[in-house]
């Protein structure tokens, strides 16, 4: 039983730190050539006003790049961070780490700060220069479709949804399919064997997190505050799981670390432009490669901001509604052993 738990709660915690972290939105034409290869081969905008951007002192946790702030038994919010590098030029660049479904006010921050980039690279295994928006929204990848079911069932939305990527600052900053999977051919991986190592990554790191049982989920079907609340808790893994990947932070990886080098390639063509300002909004399982690649660079860390991606808080109504359901739990609990006690005595 203890195996299968671990099983179970390894699997969710992959799924949380590839669907949320790692991976994020793949072309279609990506999982087609992918799929030949290998075949042929063998809460809303008012939390938002609450993250916490005040400018901090860079520390251990701030590299961390994301964390779990926990109140109360089951609340607490899930961050993601700004962090802030300047060079001797006064040039800036930030690491905007973000989780790929989140909160409507989440996005909607972030929408604002974009404005002020002179570029803003993002992520996307597609064509150079493919934006988003030009998506073949009938031949979604299973990725998708499977970050779509989860933002439904969390009551969250889907980033690539809530951003808008035709803002003429954005740029194309990752590998195209082609060299994605010629990467991973060099490298002999492919994403089934880098799930199956995450997968035992995190069967070795259980303690870590709470195990996710049936009983939870049966639990957290009418609450999606509560399923948020256990996932949260899942993805506190990822910093665990992304050794597994290849290097301490998944650098020796194709879909950590080759990815972050097209990234940086970017990075020094936009400044070499002329960009004073750059955004390098990614998920956030890159943000420790990332950053050891930016320093590389010439860049120092100046500070962090950290903004609320779930808000998983309770009014004080619902609170008092959860209590009084927990409360009739404990009740008919209690009702159920005592007439079990009184049939034990009977029988006697």
């Known amino acids: 039983m203890g195996i299968m738990i671990r099983m179970r709660s390894s699997i969710t915690a992959v799924f949380c730190s590839l669907l949320l972290l790692a991976c994020d939105e793949v072309s279609p034409d990506t999982v087609l050539a992918q799929d030949g290869n290998r075949a042929s081969s063998k809460r809303?905008?008012?939390?938002?006003k609450k993250s916490e951007t005040a400018p901090e002192e860079v520390s251990d946790e701030a590299k961390r790049f994301m964390r779990w702030k926990g109140e109360h038994e089951t609340e607490g919010r899930y961050q993601t961070s700004i962090a802030h590098?300047?060079?001797?030029?006064?040039?800036?660049?930030?690491?905007?780490?973000?989780v790929h479904i989140g909160d409507s006010g989440y996005y909607a921050d972030l929408e604002k700060r974009f404005r002020s980039y002179d570029a803003v690279l993002y992520e996307l295994v597609a064509p150079k220069g493919t934006r988003p928006s030009q998506r073949d929204e009938s031949r979604p990848s299973l990725i998708t479709r499977i970050q779509r079911l989860m933002k439904n069932s969390?009551?969250?939305?889907?980033?690539?949804?809530?951003?808008?990527?035709?803002?003429?600052?954005f740029v194309h900053a990752d590998l195209s399919p082609k060299q994605f999977l010629e990467k991973q051919e060099e490298r002999g991986e492919s994403m089934v064997t880098l799930m199956i190592r995450m997968m035992l990554a995190g069967m070795q790191n259980q303690k870590d997190a709470p195990p996710i049982t049936t009983f939870h989920i049966l639990a957290g079907m009418n609450d999606p505050n509560y399923l948020k609340f256990l996932f949260a808790q899942q993805l506190e893994q990822v910093e665990n799981l992304l050794a597994a990947l290849g290097g301490s932070n998944g650098e020796k990886s194709t879909i950590i670390?080759?990815?972050?080098?097209?990234?940086?390639?970017?990075?020094e063509e936009q400044l070499d432009e002329g960009a004073k300002s750059v955004a390098i909004f990614y998920g956030a399982a890159h943000m420790p490669d990332m950053e050891k690649r930016v320093r590389a660079l010439g860049f120092e860390p100046a500070g962090v901001e950290w903004l609320t991606a779930w808000n998983v808080m309770l009014t004080d109504e619902e609170r008092a509604k959860r209590a009084k359901l927990e409360a009739e739990k404990t009740a008919r609990r209690e009702e159920i052993l005592e007439r079990r006690r009184k049939r034990a005595e009977a029988k006697k």
């Open 257 to 267: 670390g080759d990815r972050n080098a097209a990234a940086m390639a970017v990075l």
């Open 85 to 98: 590098y300047t060079d001797a030029a006064g040039r800036k660049v930030d690491l905007v780490a973000v």
């Open 44 to 48: 809303d905008a008012q939390d938002s």
């Open 154 to 169: 969390l009551g969250l939305v889907f980033q690539l949804d809530a951003i808008d990527y035709d803002a003429k600052n």
